[in-house]
């Protein structure tokens, strides 16, 4: 491992290897498109050659390589040190996964080359990304990544691009604060590399810089008000696509970069004001995604909400500014990558066999597929945070840091936990208990292949490692990435909190009985918190889009499109009727007046006499 | 005596030679030559003047004195040509030709009249041009006017005398204005010669005669406005031209009202050079002129009545040239008023064209004449482009003359609204195109040919004018510029 490390060191070996091989990974297996099992192997090669290479780098100490070309403020520096290394092994390995996955899913299917493609293509901005030491060039690696889930939305719904529309829109405003934040962070610095970046104050002009690239960066992750694209996603989208993308490599990139941006390339301190920004936007994230996830009946949309909810907790883990927020940021991004990832995989197995994941008309499978179900239980209480799993672990680190910043925020966070407890309960009672309930057409239902169970079986193991072996895991990973020598693993110190945290769940576990007696069903459970007095008319509004930013920036762009129409009809107005019909009316006026009659021919003469008069003596007087 | 001095000699000697000639010889042997010979009377004035102009350029003298029947030596006649004069005789020469070459095909009866009218019209503006002073220039309007009335009413075309009758009413008018305003000045400075009348007459403070040189200028430009048809003493000016043989409109509108008028007009600022009130009314008046004479040329629907209105309108950025005050707004002002000249005497003799193909002039009995008159069609369109101020026609430059001087002398609102007011040139100019020329062919018109001819000459000796002088004319400039004029 040592050698290859060394051998990635020298030269222009580590960028290429570790974005060039993915992009060549994804050529292939899209030439491949027609042999299954060829395309197989060549996901297996290029996966596994991908961890390979990850791992090297970070078992070998990292290595730091700078391109011979360089202009612009635009340099070719790649660093694999500390957090880009610990990152780029965990997508490694999650992106293994979700690729061997994705090439069963997309058996028979045309668009599986395409999207492999595309999948292999962002893996390598991705790390990319990971490993830019300069901003620009890690901006670069980012807007490739943007393109890449443009084309795959796209290709999600030809006829109605709506998704890939709503998606470009929201990520490329994100994006384009982000782009602004970095210009205002070389303008403060004075250069634009990371590593010689050193913590800038956040004052005056700084201060702008530091907001607008934690709001690209947070925007990234889906935090609100850059969320509203998931949802429409995951109609359009499939479910591989909802996996890889919202479900994790965004959220690597997007807290990855605002755990940098809070750490190494701003000083931001507990208490300030950018520490409550973030705080504030991830409470509201996290309140408004759970909320929307309780009333859903379909499980790729309920997902989406927890992919956008479960942001609000990395984020109040950010913005704590602490070092056990950092922990707890990164651990619950990893564990969210894991398990969220996983539920993706499950319903998209679902899907696979039933044609759809909308609750109302298929449920009951756990009898039919034992593994999925399992391994949806296993995600589910790691999602929940029932103790034991890693949820638990990260959430309370979580509630740790949110408490020292404020008890506002701990509080927001336990209500999350119990809506998302209620709403997994929800969830995995209609889809796999009960009795079975199959749509039209459908007369039985098979387990899905080895393929696509084994990645959510791997990835259900390591949501149970990730919760049993903490320690490990924080030795491992969180103690290099962050440069911690303290330890934040094992169980929580503080009893009270655990408690709570028990008792919020066991609240969970009441209402959903109360809601199951209530309307005789799992997926009734949570009805008569969508109707109770009051939040009926807020999910009404919340559901139609009254509540979606994107839907008031379209109305405003409308609005004003519409202004500009008044003012573009009344200018030519101006010029088709207004003028020519002044010039032909004056012009008809005077016509009349020419009546060919001698004595007005006379008086007008001897008008214009006394007219010229008038003026010289208006002149001259 | 060199050429130079004998030059301004024939300007006088040729139309009366002419006019004897024509009287000589009896009418039944000269009918099928007389107008040939006013043609060629008029293109020996043309070409003489052209000479002379670049010979005063090259002597490098400001003007030519001489006496005609006796002579009373240089620097004293009572007789002088410079620059100015010289140019408008040039003009005057030219579109008397193009009149006679129309006239060739136009008039029928009394040809022999028609010579001798024109000759005594040429010799009246000629002599406007050569006089030093001020009453002098008086007769010869009235001798201009008199040979006007008389051709007009003998050539009428569509319409009865009506057009002479009021012409001749308002310039009754205009003789009263004059007269009083001249006898004004008399009392005042005790002469009428150029020498005599200088600004200094209005400064005389707290004098009661001074009033007097105010109230004359008033009753003179009244008068030379009328003469020149600036609006709002225009209203004539439509009327004569509709109701007169073509090839008369083509003198009325091409030269006797802008020797009649405007070189009158320009006369009064080049004596009372630094009047200011002079000049402002001068301006508003051209102002006024270009806005009523475009909008009422939009309402026309007979050829010639819209071409008259143009006439007006364009008088309008003479005076403004003139107003400017400047040596660059005159000659402006002067070049402008070739190239309307040419423009305008084209766009006649498409009239007369139309008129003797057709037997109408309403355009809107016309349409698509296009491929049946290319020639005229042709010769129409480049007057149109030149006359809205289109490069690289004359009127491009001469206008764009103008809005320099304007822009130079400070009167920057001038400009522009003269600038914004082109626009409405194009507009009536367009519509006419359209309904003469383009458009839908008119199944009534299958029949119809070509005009040929000295109409057909007219019209293309006048485009060739207007194309050229507009690829020469930076040329014009640079040798005017060494010249030391501008």
């Known amino acids: 491992m040592t050698g290859v490390a060394n051998w990635l060191n020298q030269g222009a070996a580590l960028p290429l290897a570790l974005i060039g091989l993915p992009l060549l990974g994804g050529v292939i297996a899209w030439l491949l498109g027609k042999r299954y099992a060829l395309q197989v192997a060549a996901v297996l090669v290029f996966g596994l050659a991908n961890i390979f290479l990850s791992l090297a780098l970070f078992l070998g100490g990292g290595a730091d390589v700078t391109l011979p070309f360089a202009g612009y403020g635009f340099e070719g520096h790649f660093v694999a040190g500390g957090m880009s290394s610990v990152l780029l092994v965990f997508t490694s390995v ?27 293509v962002s893996i390598g901005f991705v790390n990319g990304a990971l490993l830019s030491s300069n901003l620009p060039v890690m901006l670069v690696f980012w807007e490739g990544l943007l393109v890449c889930m443009g084309v795959l939305l796209l290709l999600g719904n030809l006829e109605k691009p709506r998704a890939a529309i709503k998606m470009l829109w929201i990520s490329g405003v994100a994006d384009l604060l982000l782009m602004l934040g970095v210009i205002v962070t070389i303008r403060v610095s004075g250069q634009s590399d990371i590593a010689a970046m050193g913590r800038l104050p956040v004052e005056g002009l700084g201060a702008y810089g530091c907001a607008l690239m934690l709001l690209g960066a947070m925007g990234k992750a889906g935090a609100m008000p850059f969320h509203s694209w998931i949802p429409l996603a995951a109609e359009d989208a499939s479910s591989p696509f909802l996996a890889v993308f919202p479900g994790s490599l965004e959220k690597i990139l997007g807290i990855g970069l605002s755990i940098q941006i809070v750490t190494r390339i701003y000083d931001v301190r507990p208490g300030s004001a950018m520490s409550t920004l973030v705080l504030v936007i991830g409470a509201v994230t996290l309140l408004f995604g ?43 991004m990893m564990n969210n990558a894991l398990y969220k990832s996983g539920l993706f995989l499950t319903a998209g197995a679902i899907e696979r066999r039933t044609g759809t994941t909308d609750l109302r008309h298929v449920g009951g499978l756990g009898r039919a597929m034992p593994v999925t179900m399992t391994c949806f239980v296993i995600f589910g209480l790691s999602i929940s945070g029932f103790p034991g799993f890693n949820g638990f672990f990260s959430k309370e680190l979580v509630f740790d840091a949110a408490l020292e910043s404020g008890v506002v925020y701990y509080i927001v966070a336990l209500v999350g936990a119990v809506m998302t407890a209620i709403s997994f309960l929800k969830l995995g009672g209609a889809a796999f208990f009960g009795t079975l309930r199959l749509p039209r057409g459908i007369k039985q239902v098979r387990e899905v292949r080895a393929g696509m169970y084994l990645p959510a079986v791997v990835l259900a193991a390591l949501c149970v490692f990730f919760g049993a072996g903490n320690r490990l895991v924080d030795q491992w990973l969180f103690q290099p990435a962050l440069g911690l020598t303290e330890s934040f693993a094992g169980w929580p110190e503080n009893w009270v909190l655990v408690a709570l945290s ?83 009316g004056a012009s008809k006026l005077l016509h009349r007046g020419v009546n060919g009659s001698l004595t007005r021919y006379l008086l007008l003469a001897v008008a214009g006499f006394a007219g010229v008069l008038i003026l010289f003596l208006l002149i001259l007087l | 005596m060199t050429v130079l001095q004998w030059i301004p000699h024939l300007f006088l000697a040729l139309p009366m030679l002419a006019l004897i000639v024509n009287n000589v010889i009896p009418r039944a042997r000269i009918r099928t030559t007389t107008i040939a010979m006013s043609a060629t009377v008029a293109g020996a004035q043309m070409l003489l003047a052209l000479a002379g102009v670049f010979l005063l350029v090259e002597s490098g003298e400001s003007a030519v004195r001489f006496g005609m029947i006796w002579d009373a030596g240089k620097n004293v006649g009572y007789f002088q040509t410079d620059l100015v004069s010289m140019f408008l005789l040039m ?99 005790g002469s009428l010669a150029f020498d005599a009348l200088t600004p200094a007459l209005f400064s005389g403070a707290g004098d009661g005669s001074t009033l007097l040189c105010w109230a004359a200028l008033v009753l003179l430009i009244s008068g030379y406005s009328i003469k020149s048809g600036v609006a709002p003493f225009h209203s004539w000016l439509p009327d004569a031209y509709e109701s007169a043989d073509t090839a008369v409109s083509i003198m009325l509108s091409g030269i006797v009202t802008k020797i009649a008028g ?47 209105y143009s006439s007006v309108s364009q008088m309008g950025y003479i005076l403004l ?64 482009l030149s006359t809205a101020g289109v490069p690289p026609f004359a009127g491009f430059w001469s206008k764009l003359m103008v809005l320099l001087a304007l822009w130079s002398a400070g009167l920057k609102g001038y400009a522009a609204f003269a600038l914004i007011a082109s626009i409405l040139t194009g507009a009536y100019f367009l519509r006419l195109q359209k309904k003469v020329f383009f458009g839908k062919p008119n199944p009534r018109w299958d029949a119809v040919v070509e005009i040929t001819g000295g109409i057909r000459v007219s019209e293309i000796l006048l485009t060739i004018v207007t194309v050229a002088v507009g690829l020469v004319f930076p040329l014009l400039l640079l040798y005017l510029q060494r010249a030391g004029l501008i």
Not at chain 2, 293 to 302: D, E, T
Request: proline share 2%.
């Open chain 1, 290 to 332: 759970v909320s929307m996830a309780l009333i859903q009946k379909d499980m790729k949309r309920l997902l989406s909400y927890h992919a956008i909810s479960q942001v609000g907790y990395m984020l109040l883990g950010v913005g704590s500014c602490l070092p056990v927020g950092m922990v707890a940021a990164l651990f619950h």
């Open chain 2, 262 to 308: 405007v070189y009158s007009l320009l006369t009064l600022t080049r004596l009372f050079d630094g009047i200011a009130p002079l000049k402002t009314v001068l301006a508003l008046l051209g102002m006024f002129t270009i806005l009523v004479g475009a909008l009422l040329a939009l309402a026309q629907k007979n050829f010639k009545r819209i071409a008259a």
């Open chain 1, 502 to 584: 028990v008792a919020a769940l066991l609240l969970a576990l009441a209402d959903h009985l109360y809601g199951r007696k209530k309307t005789g069903g799992a997926l009734g459970s949570a009805d008569h918190i969508h109707h109770a007095p009051g939040l009926r008319q807020a999910y009404a509004l919340a559901e139609t889009g009254k509540l979606d930013p994107y839907n008031w920036l379209v109305a405003a762009v409308g609005g004003f499109s519409r202004v500009c129409q008044w003012v573009e009809n009344g200018v030519s107005w101006v010029y088709d009727k207004g003028v020519p019909g002044l010039i032909g």
């Open chain 2, 91 to 189: 003009c005057v020469g030219m579109v008397a030709l193009a009149s006679a070459l129309t006239a060739l095909t136009t008039i029928d009866d009394h040809r022999g009249s028609y010579t001798n009218l024109l000759m005594v019209m040429m010799l009246g503006l000629n002599g406007m041009l050569l006089v030093r002073d001020l009453f002098s220039l008086y007769v010869f309007l009235e001798v201009t006017g008199l040979a006007s009335f008389v051709m007009i009413g003998m050539y009428k075309s569509t319409r009865d005398l009506e057009g002479a009758f009021k012409y001749l009413a308002l310039s009754a008018l205009a003789t009263i204005f004059i007269l009083t305003g001249l006898s004004f000045l008399f009392i005042k400075a």
């Open chain 2, 321 to 384: 040239g003139f107003a400017a005050g400047t040596n660059l707004g005159i000659l402006a002002g002067l070049l402008y008023l070739f190239s309307h000249s040419a423009a305008k005497s084209a766009f006649f003799t498409n009239a007369a064209a139309l008129e003797k193909q057709l037997g109408t002039l309403n355009i809107d009995e016309m349409g698509g004449l296009q491929k049946r008159m290319p020639i005229t069609s042709g010769s129409s369109v480049v007057a149109l």
């Open chain 1, 94 to 120: 999650v992106a293994f996964l979700l690729a061997r996955y994705s090439v069963s899913y997309f058996k028979g299917d045309t668009r599986g080359g395409v999207f492999l493609l595309f999948y292999f």
